[in-house]
């Protein structure tokens, strides 16, 4: 079973479209993710929820809106898409969250989508 | 700001050389992981350190926290080619309650 899933993996979309992007952890993780990681590797943080709480709302567009339904699920929706919106989105989770007592807290990846704006 | 800094940026090594990358920093972390991402997936984590000083093996892989809690260090002993991937490592117990990353270090192990 796939700890933390999302999808789609791979997403080919113009400028200007709207999309989503769906994330869905088994592993009973209170904590919630998305990250972005750009052509040069750099992981950064956009957005972490904790039990459906916005906890972690980086500089991002406000174009980028997370919507947590519960706290297995964390979607990605980008409005207005624009060319440098263009990277690998990870979602993520752990037990704990950022900062929490629990140290050494463990981040669980999904495997990424790869979103491309032509 | 706290900022982690990785070297080298790239590594090109033949099978069964030995290597170390380094994870540096002037703030202090009450933890440190390292994860290694293989292409076309997400990072997976390899191990914490959380005391300073700390060293802990993983079969060929060794890791090490600094005494100040400031820097870490991964060294690999006879790489193999399995070894390829982009190492990163992450700081925890930041002031802002975020999980600072490093830049990572993109490995290559040719057989």
């Known amino acids: 079973d796939t700890a933390v899933s999302q999808t789609p993996k791979y997403l080919v979309t113009q400028m200007g479209n709207d999309k989503s992007i769906k994330c869905e952890q088994n592993l009973g993780h209170d904590t919630m993710y998305w990250y972005k990681q750009d052509s040069k590797k750099f992981l950064k943080i956009m957005f972490s929820y904790n039990n459906k709480e916005l906890i972690i709302n980086e500089t991002v567009p406000n174009r980028f809106s997370p919507k947590s339904p519960d706290k297995a699920h964390l979607n990605l929706h980008i409005n207005s898409l624009e060319l440098g919106d263009s990277a690998v989105y990870f979602c993520?989770?752990?037990?704990?969250?950022?900062?929490?007592?629990?140290?050494?807290?463990?981040?669980?990846f999904g495997e990424g989508s790869w979103l491309t704006v032509v | 700001t706290q900022l982690l800094e990785q070297s080298p940026q790239f590594l090109s090594i033949q099978e069964g050389e030995n290597l170390t990358v380094y994870c540096n920093s002037s703030?202090?972390?009450?933890?440190l992981q390292w994860y290694r991402q293989e292409p076309g997936e997400g990072p997976v984590l390899l191990v914490t350190?959380?005391?300073g000083g700390e060293v802990k093996k993983l079969k060929r892989l060794t890791f090490q926290f600094g005494d100040a809690r400031k820097d870490s260090s991964l060294h690999i002993t006879a790489a193999q080619p399995g070894d390829t991937g982009l190492y990163l490592c992450a700081g925890g117990g930041g002031n802002n309650r975020k999980l600072i990353w490093g830049l990572g270090t993109s490995l290559a192990v040719n057989p």
């Open positions: 350190v959380v005391t």
């Open positions: 993520a989770s752990s037990q704990d969250r950022p900062g929490g007592r629990m140290t050494g807290n463990t981040i669980y």
């Open positions: 703030s202090v972390f009450s933890s």
